[in-house]
């Protein structure tokens, strides 16, 4: 069996790929792929004896996980939002410059990828780095109708944000401090990250996930080839 180590960004998606994307990849090869999610780390308080987990504020926090992740020897994966990406990111100024949200992305998994092989030296079929468009949310607005039955009393909220989106595909859904998948999500249901966001995505289904984002699609292809 081969083992991929999924460095997530947050909490929600470490339970999506734990409860979700692992069994869906599980079952369509034949359990030779299992993917281990593990959320960054973002400081320690030695102190007090406390990790605290979660949130991509600076890429330096982020090598150190991928750094121990890939001592195991294993394929290590990222799943880390293009939203409100840091500053520090490797390539960071010449993918701003690029194009379309796709072409910014693609160039940053570039720039993460030569530098992860730069920096620690592993063989570049060992890292496999995936950037979201535009953030984890994003994987919501496959189907919007699902929310509702976990959302009873916000039907009419639900309705209101299919009409605002009509048109959109979901990995095109902007970056906008109030325009973000999360955001839009916020404004209609009060959405809180957490263990809830499962269920939904539960009901949505890679499926439609994989014919909804193409960029997520070519993700958990390469995923599924190990």
């Excluded at 034949?30 to 991509?56: C, E, F, H, N």
């Excluded at 966001?197 to 949505?204: A, E, G, T, Y």
């Amino acid at each position: 069996m081969k083992i991929i180590r999924v460095i997530c960004e947050g909490q929600s998606e470490n339970r999506f790929v734990k409860e979700v994307l692992a069994p869906y990849i599980s079952e369509r090869t034949a359990y030779s792929v299992q993917l281990v999610p593990i959320t960054l780390t973002t400081s320690v308080d030695r102190k007090a004896g406390k990790v605290y987990k979660g949130g991509l504020v600076r890429y330096e926090k982020a090598i150190n996980d991928i750094r121990k992740s890939l001592a195991y020897g294993d394929v290590v994966t990222t799943m880390f939002d293009f939203y409100a990406i840091p500053v520090d990111f490797p390539g960071y100024d010449a993918a701003m410059g690029a194009g379309n949200a796709l072409d910014k992305v693609c160039r940053l998994e570039e720039s993460l990828k030569e530098d992860i092989i730069s920096r620690i030296g592993v063989s570049e079929d060992l890292f496999i780095p995936y950037i979201q468009l535009h953030e984890f949310e994003a994987l919501f607005y496959c189907e919007l109708n699902a929310l509702k039955d976990f959302y009873p009393d916000k039907s009419e909220g639900i309705d209101n944000l299919i009409n605002e989106v009509e048109g959109i595909e979901p990995e095109e859904i902007d970056q906008g401090s109030e325009t973000a998948p999360s955001k839009r999500l916020l404004r209609y249901l009060n959405y809180r990250k957490g263990g809830m966001v499962v269920f939904p995505l539960q009901r949505i289904g890679i499926d439609k996930m994989r014919e909804k984002c193409p960029h997520f699609n070519e993700w958990v292809e390469r995923v599924m080839k190990g």
